[in-house]
């Protein structure tokens, strides 16, 4: 039901008079649906108008990044034997080829101990004392025990009797307050602790400070054989490097010796390690192998027997190698930048090969294909747009306007511009660009590899111009018309603007010309009903009189 119906209309009078306002209603309307469709087509032109403009906006970038010199500065590095070795390039880097060869790759340092039976066996035993307890006596008369403790001008001495008839714990309790054995604030620099081992009880001597980089060697000059210090042992990454310290209590296997080493939150670059090699007697070894390769990281070790394994008998563990007979050592197999400017290198093994640093067309290539199939979507839009459907029997939404008809042959003439670069590539077609018939265009990746091949210069010169002679190429060629095209002046945005006005004139026009229908038909519907009303009165009084003829009628004929 609308606006200006009553549902009672035309009771009064049998006659269909809701129909009869609604019919007339719609032919009144027919300017207002006129101006409805008018608006509807506009908001869809402006629709395309942003599709439209937002693909000149890609073809915009896309010949931008054709029109800067660093997109042909890059370079790719081609190895004739990536087994050998791998490289890569940064642009604006030399052209040119390289002989590598690689004559010793870098290496760890590493070191072995000789074979022991088991993971369990023991790196340092403990004494065979043969002494049941703690508390038992093992000393009969005053004994001197002296021994040291750290390096150089830090060492201390701690020197003192043990007397007659004492205990291992009365031992131990004499050196941990030995005047010697403590400090200014009392105390002890030296440990001494009862423990139990294979074959008896002894006294362990251990530092106090569990610093590895300091050295706390305990060694024992005189005293009774039941007395043992901690094993102590160093090893260094580099003859420059700081040494580390690692303190061995008696009773420790190879295995614990492995976490002693790996655990040290002072490690400076050393793993350590049991292998098994496989013999049938003493098959297990303790290693330690540099972490990181060549001279710097080479392991030196004092305290402890072991054989180096590579870097042996002062072999260099950095690696060697040759570029066009220019002899080189580097610490390290990776990330070699400082050999060939712009260019890092990485090694695999040993052997030659080739290096070639060359434009990197496959970029190139890529950029100039992006162009060509934005182009050829923007031409495909707009011919969509602007022509006859056959199929639909309809025209494109955009078939009145003329602007954006003559898009496509505007973009073209751009496209083919010649550029006058001094040799054999003066535009897109040199380059196997062909020209379709619906506007579009195709590329002949063939013959653009040809011309990369023979006249990659004049290729540049197309794009990117000379500003020395004044030469525009044809990347600011393009950037510059398509910015044209895309600002808020721009054709485009020109007929939005246009159709966006329209759109805003019509919608005023056919809100007013609404309310003034709606008006006139509130007014039209009391109108109806009033003469529904009269119908209705003149049908009874109709009804009355047709009563009372018929009445008299009837009474003559009796």
Request: net charge negative; aromatic share 6%; no cysteine.
């Amino acid at each position: 039901m609308g606006l200006g119906s009553i549902t009672s209309l035309g009771l009064g009078s049998g006659l269909e008079l809701q129909d009869i306002l609604d019919q007339l209603r719609e032919v009144d309307k027919v300017p207002i649906d006129i101006k409805e469709t008018q608006k509807t087509k506009l908001e869809a032109q402006v629709v395309e108008f942003d599709s439209i403009n937002a693909k000149l906006i890609q073809l915009k970038s896309s010949a931008l990044s054709l029109s800067l010199e660093s997109n042909f500065m890059e370079r790719t590095a081609g190895i004739s034997d990536e087994e050998i070795a791998t490289a890569s390039v940064i642009s604006g880097t030399k052209q040119s080829t390289y002989t590598i060869d690689v004559h010793q790759l870098a290496t760890k340092s590493s070191w072995q101990s000789t074979g022991v039976e088991e993971e369990s066996s023991l790196m340092y035993a403990t004494p065979s004392t043969g002494i049941a307890s703690s508390d038992t006596l093992v000393v009969t008369e005053t004994t001197p025990l002296s021994f040291t403790i750290g390096h150089g001008d830090d060492q201390k001495s701690i020197t003192l009797d043990i007397e007659a008839d004492s205990s291992l714990e009365d031992i131990a309790k004499a050196i941990n307050t030995a005047a010697g054995n403590l400090s200014d604030d009392g105390t002890t620099y030296v440990s001494a602790t009862v423990e139990t081992g294979s074959d008896g009880n002894y006294i362990r001597l251990a530092s106090t400070d569990d610093n590895s980089l300091n050295n706390n060697q305990i060694l024992v000059s005189e005293g009774p054989d039941f007395v043992v210090p901690d094993l102590m042992f160093s090893y260094q990454t580099g003859a420059a490097s700081d040494p580390v310290y690692v303190s061995v209590p008696p009773g420790t296997s190879y295995q614990d010796t492995v976490s002693l080493i790996n655990g040290d939150t002072n490690n400076s670059g050393v793993t350590a390690a049991l292998i098994n090699d496989g013999s049938a007697d003493t098959p297990w070894h303790l290693t330690l192998t540099s972490d990181t390769e060549g001279e710097s990281n080479r392991i030196f070790l004092n305290g402890i027997n072991m054989t180096e394994i590579q870097g042996a008998d002062d072999a260099s563990l950095n690696a060697s190698f040759s570029v066009d007979g220019y002899e080189y050592q580097r610490q390290t197999n990776e990330g070699l930048e400082d050999v060939i400017q712009g260019v890092t290198l990485n090694f695999e093994k040993t052997g030659e090969a080739q290096l070639t640093i060359s434009s990197d067309t496959d970029n190139i290539k890529e950029k100039i294909t992006q162009l060509i199939d934005t182009y050829n979507e923007l031409i495909a839009e707009i011919d969509t747009q602007t022509q006859y459907d056959q199929d639909e029997e309809t025209d494109g939404i955009l078939s009145d306007v003329y602007a954006i008809k003559s898009l496509g042959s505007d973009l073209l003439s751009f496209m083919t511009n010649l550029i006058d670069t001094g040799g054999d590539i003066t535009s897109l077609l040199d380059l196997g660009v062909e020209l379709n018939e619906d506007g579009s265009i195709t590329l002949d990746e063939t013959a653009l590899d040809d011309a990369f091949s023979s006249s990659f210069e004049d290729v540049v010169s197309l794009f990117i111009g000379d500003s020395d002679n004044g030469i525009t190429g044809l990347g600011d060629i393009l950037n510059d018309k398509l910015k044209e095209m895309t600002s808020s002046t721009g054709v485009v945005n020109g007929e939005k603007t246009a159709a966006e006005e329209k759109i805003d004139r019509l919608t005023t026009s056919i809100e007013t010309a609404t309310e003034r229908l709606d008006k006139r038909y509130e007014v039209m519907a009391q109108q109806f009903v009033r003469l529904d009303a009269l119908i209705g009165t003149m049908n009874s009084q109709s009804d009355y009189l047709t009563s009372m003829f018929d009445s008299f009628n009837n009474s003559q004929e009796k």
